[in-house]
């Protein structure tokens, strides 16, 4: 009974869990950005600095709370610190992460029309808030698909377990609705 009334909470069949949040609107500082893909020299005997390549940091697995697990385990009662919507994840790639890219994967099974559209237009606020010439952060659309077997049947060829599926494209009529 407890279980099913925490998968009832967390699929938001009780109401509305959150809305998209809020994006801070300003960028990383362009001093900031542009310091992050110096090159260091580090004195290494045979290393060598390479201005054509650039290490880039990022995360293409990210939940907010539209994911159910990612919702159970925010809460107070399992030592969460509550919800975050898709506006959090865009503000902790940037400003806490110093992350490079990050991509919003939620569980595509549970996700609600709702919930991906302003998780599409999330993503969309996050990328506007940068300089195109020389980005502080992308990020990107995507969502994780989940293929599992039915149970008792271990064939391979029925499970597929966890993909996560990220898009280029941004722009609206380019996705998925």
């Known amino acids: ?22 994006i801070a609107t300003q960028p990383v500082p362009n001093a900031v950005v542009s310091q992050r893909g110096r ?39 399992f030592q969460g610190e ?13 400003f806490c992460s110093g992350l490079d890219f990050y991509s919003i994967n939620d569980h595509a099974e549970s996700i609600t029309t709702e919930q ?6 999330a993503i969309r606020e996050c990328n ?4 195109p010439e020389n980005p502080d952060l992308v990020a ?6 989940t293929q599992s077997a039915a149970p008792g049947n271990a064939s391979a060829r029925t499970h597929y377990g966890h993909k996560n599926v990220i898009l280029r494209d941004t722009a609206e009529g380019s996705v998925p609705r």
Do not use: K, M, N
């Open 128 to 131: 506007a808030v940068t300089d």
């Open 39 to 77: 090159i260091p020299d580090v004195g290494l005997p045979g290393a060598r600095a390479d201005a054509s390549s650039q290490i880039l940091f990022g995360d293409l697995h990210v939940h907010t709370t539209y994911s159910g697990d990612a919702f159970i385990f925010s809460l107070p009662l």
């Open 1 to 22: 009974l407890i279980s099913a009334a925490v998968t009832w909470v967390a699929e938001g069949v009780g109401g509305r869990l959150q809305s998209r949040g809020e």
């Open 82 to 94: 509550g919800a975050h919507p898709p506006a959090d994840a865009c503000d902790f790639a940037r």
């Open 140 to 145: 990107f659309l995507g969502w994780e698909w």
């Open 116 to 121: 991906w559209s302003e998780t599409r237009e």
